[in-house]
């Protein structure tokens, strides 16, 4: 008998197991009724294709012998064999699926730089208005106590210049009163 091939999964040795009987050789289910004995046949194709039929026909229930303790193993391996096929195209599947989000990911990390880039930009103009912003109110507040500088010396000035006409008009009419001139007349 041979040993189990070591790289078969724990799950298909549990699915073979009970089928085979000792876990840690294969059963001699496995042997059929048409193999050939080690020495040479003199048979002839046509004397084989009748023995074929007469083992499948033949209803026996000697283990290992009959035509249809041969199908179950071969029923169960080409079970397994889909199974793995399957998996197979499962893991394929799950491999696209990885790559579309990996894909996908790429793609968000690419937008969330690009958000990134913009929300910095937007940063470095909110700050240069900020800055703009304070420059106006402080130059706000600078003309603003300039123009009322301006209105105080200009007040002054009003006054400064009412007084003087006043002054003018007065010095005006002053002399000729205190000089008893008489205007002259024209001739």
Known sequence: ????????PNWMMMALAPQYGNRGTWSSQLRTANVM????STETIE????DLEEDESDTSVEPGITGKSNIVPLQAMDKLVQD????????EDEKRKAEDK???????????????????KDCEETNEMRRLLAFHIKNEEQLSR?????????????AQLQA?????????????SSLDL??????
């Open 102 to 120: 990996d894909a996908e990911i790429a793609r968000l990390k690419e937008e969330a730089a690009q958000l990134q880039q913009r929300d910095h």
């Open 84 to 91: 793995l096929l399957a998996s197979q195209q499962n893991l």
């Open 37 to 40: 004995p080690p020495k040479a």
């Open 146 to 158: 300039r123009l009322r500088d301006l209105q105080a010396v200009n007040e002054g000035l009003q």
């Open 47 to 50: 004397d084989m294709e009748i």
């Open 182 to 187: 008489a205007p002259m007349e024209k001739e």
């Open 164 to 176: 003087t006409e006043m002054a003018l008009e007065a010095s005006n009419t002053f002399p000729l």
């Open 1 to 8: 008998m041979a040993t189990k091939p070591n790289n078969m």
